[in-house]
């Protein structure tokens, strides 16, 4: 075509970990095996969670599905990582990265999950004799299923403003998985109004969730400092202390990613935070769980 016309892209390439083969080799068995990991941790989880009555309480529910949603996100973004490594199969058309890139934006539903949990925690502590009556089955349900179509709502909005842009040569895009910042340096149209509704949506699906977070615990300490018994505070900060673990690791990695107010190039730091948030979080949220709750570890050995 001409050069002053220019062409539509229809496939993109995405570049993932160029190098030699030996470490393309090295980073496929450390992705594969925490893909495997991951799966079966937190398909462990949900098994657990549903099949044994002794966790059929508020915080394994939530728990259950955040085990859920790790699995469908590793699901979506490592499989293709492995088969980039092996093979020189690259590219992805544009409807399948819009694809895509719909599903990782639903996993932004770990931001709800994680502002319920923290929500489920400061009734536990601050109003324990209410705690059976207040987050009895139905408002756990609803919970649950708010965290999911609200995050499912804002995602079709992310998309769509996305996908009306028209993304013009060259089509490669130096990442390992389709996200939002790369795809906006491609656009050759107007992007006054996909760049900022994109940035807002997404400090709305982090931020609200984090202030929901935030105010909880500023709440439970309140309640926690006011015990008397030294036992009974370390026991309370004992307790939580995995949730706090968990949601400091996701929002320094998600508001290091997504919380930008303009596209950003996809190099070395935004590509290791990027593996973090992607793999290794998934991985170690079970067992920062898991193993510090004394309750599903017991029913895991009943289980096993």
Known sequence: MPSNNPTHV????????????EIKLLLFFMFFLAYVLTVTENAMIVVLVSTNLQLHKPMYVFLGN????????VAVTVP???????????????????????FLALACSECSLLAVMAYDCYVAICNPLRYPIIMDHTLCARLAICSWMSVFLISIGKVYFISRQTCC????????FC??????KLACTDMSAAEPMDFLLALLILLVP????MVSYVCII??????SSAQGCYKAFYTHASHVSVVTVFYTASLFIYARPQAIDS??????VSVVYTALTPLVNPVIYCLRNQEFKVALRNFI
């Not at 229809?10 to 083969?21: A, D, N, S």
């Not at 996200?179 to 906006?184: C, M, Y």
């Not at 984090?210 to 977070?213: A, G, K």
């Not at 190099?267 to 290791?272: D, E």
Request: charged share 10%.
């Open 80 to 102: 293709k990582v492995l088969v980039s490594l092996v093979t020189k199969r690259q590219g992805i058309s544009f409807t399948g990265y819009m694809a895509q890139l719909f």
């Open 10 to 21: 229809i496939e993109l390439i995405l570049v993932g970990f160029p190098g030699k083969q």
């Open 169 to 176: 040569g060259p089509n490669v895009i130096n990442h390992f």
């Open 210 to 213: 984090f202030i929901v977070i």
């Open 267 to 272: 190099f070395s730091s935004y590509k290791l």
């Open 179 to 184: 996200d939002v910042s790369p795809i906006l």
């Open 222 to 227: 309140s309640a926690v400092l006011g015990i």
């Open 66 to 73: 955040l085990s859920f949603l790790e699995i469908w996100y």
